[in-house]
């Protein structure tokens, strides 16, 4: 795409749906169409933890997130570096390269909103790369979320300015594809839980079937006859 039409299409694109909130999340990709967790849909924790929370928006809207004035400063707060900025762009172009050329523009035309958009985006990587580490599985499902999100957003911006037949179709098969994400996502998150249950269940049984014993032990330890 050319320079000038990109710019041109980044500004037209502006007016519809700030970029900021094209890109994510946090806590919640604060787009209509997301699932509150990560804060996406369906994080939970691993079986072994001692929360184990599922938040999802279930009408297709966002699932507000508690304390939001809280988070909000925790946003401004962020700092971004020279290495978080690259790193997050690094994020876009191998992911989202649509959006990496949007962001190009608006480097160009608006400083403000592009530090903006790269602040929640560099946030947002650092989250994923916490799921990553703590659960590859969660981190792929929420990957495919997150782009399928940012897709409809830019879709979504397109239908303003040209209400085309074969843009309204793809927005529909963006949609389908998120429909499927939330269900794949409260599956894992529903197996994660099982297994926690599970480990409480084998925990109480035990406790049920020792009780006598555990309570011989600690008078030893606690040395009462």
């Known amino acids: 795409m050319p320079r000038l039409s990109l710019r041109m299409y980044g500004r037209k694109l502006l007016l519809g749906v700030s970029l900021a909130s094209l890109l994510i ?11 509150s967790g990560l804060d996406s849909a369906a994080l939970a924790q691993s079986p072994g ?3 184990s929370e599922v938040k ?20 401004r707060s962020f700092v971004v570096t020279p290495e978080r900025e690259a790193a997050a762009l690094s994020f876009v172009r191998e992911h989202h390269k649509q959006l990496a050329d949007l962001l190009v523009a ?3 035309t608006n400083q403000r909103e592009y530090k903006r958009a790269i602040r929640d985006l560099s946030r947002h990587c650092e989250r ?24 409809i957003q830019l879709l979504v911006a397109r239908l303003r300015m ?11 098969d963006e949609l389908e594809k998120l429909a499927d994400q939330r269900l794949a996502l409260l599956k894992h998150s529903q197996a994660r ?26 008078l030893r330890e606690l040395k009462i006859k």
């Open 56 to 75: 999802v928006s279930t009408a297709g809207g966002l699932a507000q997130a508690p304390q939001s004035s809280q988070r909000s400063a925790k946003s």
């Open 25 to 35: 999340v946090p806590a919640l990709m604060v787009s209509a169409l997301c699932v």
């Open 162 to 172: 040209d209400e085309s037949p074969e843009f309204r179709q793809q927005l529909r």
């Open 193 to 218: 839980l099982q297994e926690r249950l599970n480990t409480v269940e084998r925990q109480i049984e035990e406790h049920t079937r020792n009780r006598e014993s555990l309570i011989d032990t600690q």
């Open 128 to 151: 994923m790369a916490q799921v990553r580490e703590r659960d590859p599985r969660l981190y792929a499902l929420e990957l495919e979320s997150w782009k399928s999100r940012s897709r």
């Open 49 to 51: 933890s001692q929360k």
């Open 106 to 108: 608006l480097e160009r």
